[in-house]
């Protein structure tokens, strides 16, 4: 069968999200998780550099833009900078966002308590996944929320698995943006473009806004691709 310019370009697209998404979600990992350090953004200005994949939003290129001009002696500054905006947003007297747990966060939107930790763990524990909690996180904080939708896909891009395999991590991921991620996720993304002050963690923003949709749109057509 001869493939079709629209065939070949839906293809292309598939490969450029699955080689980009987990950079995508390692970079809110790594800056949601902890105050950034001067490592992480010498870091990450290496990866959007050199590494064309992390790019998959345009707010990612307009970040990417953002670290490439930065020269090394600007780092410490910049670290100091989005650091004192870690802890103004998520650990002052008065954060902006008082939880980056999904538990604490949906009971603040719903004014009702609520605990998802347990569906949580029962959805880490049936995936055979043991996080390494290195600041005694909960399983609920967005870190790990995140870690997981990271692991499932470096899973699902090993392409000598089963297609049933396939279909069952694609059906976990989506199962898990739907009941969780989604829930909560778009809401902080929402008071991160309004509230945040500096490059980085605005960016973040606009990144979550434009990433989530997109990835849970292409793994229901991935998945439809598979039955």
């Not at 606009?206 to 793994?219: K, N, S, T, V």
């Amino acid at each position: 069968m001869t493939m079709t310019l629209e065939m070949v370009r839906e293809l292309e697209e598939y490969v450029r999200w699955k080689q980009g998404r987990g950079w995508v979600y390692q970079l809110l990992i790594d800056f949601l998780g902890n105050p950034p350090s001067l490592s992480l953004i010498a870091l990450w200005q290496k990866h959007m550099v050199n590494r064309e994949e992390a790019v998959l939003t345009q707010e990612g290129q307009k970040l990417k833009d953002y670290l490439s001009e930065m020269m090394p002696k600007q780092f410490t500054q910049v670290c100091e900078v989005e650091r004192a905006e870690y802890h103004r947003l998520f650990e002052g007297i008065r954060p902006i966002v008082p939880s980056l747990c999904e538990s604490d966060y949906r009971s603040i939107l719903s004014k009702n308590s609520v605990d998802f930790t347990l569906d949580i763990s029962n959805m880490y524990a049936q995936s055979s996944i043991v996080f390494n909690k290195l600041h005694h996180e909960q399983d609920d904080h967005i870190s790990i929320e995140l870690e997981f939708m990271a692991v499932l896909g470096e899973r699902m891009s090993d392409d000598i698995r089963l297609r049933t395999s396939q279909q069952l991590l694609i059906d976990t991921q989506i199962q898990f943006l739907e009941q969780h991620v989604m829930k909560w996720v778009p809401s902080l993304a929402d008071v991160l473009c309004k509230q945040a002050q500096t490059p980085v963690y605005r960016s973040l923003g606009y990144i979550i806004q434009e990433f989530l949709p997109y990835d849970i749109a292409m793994l229901r057509s991935w998945r439809a691709e598979l039955d």
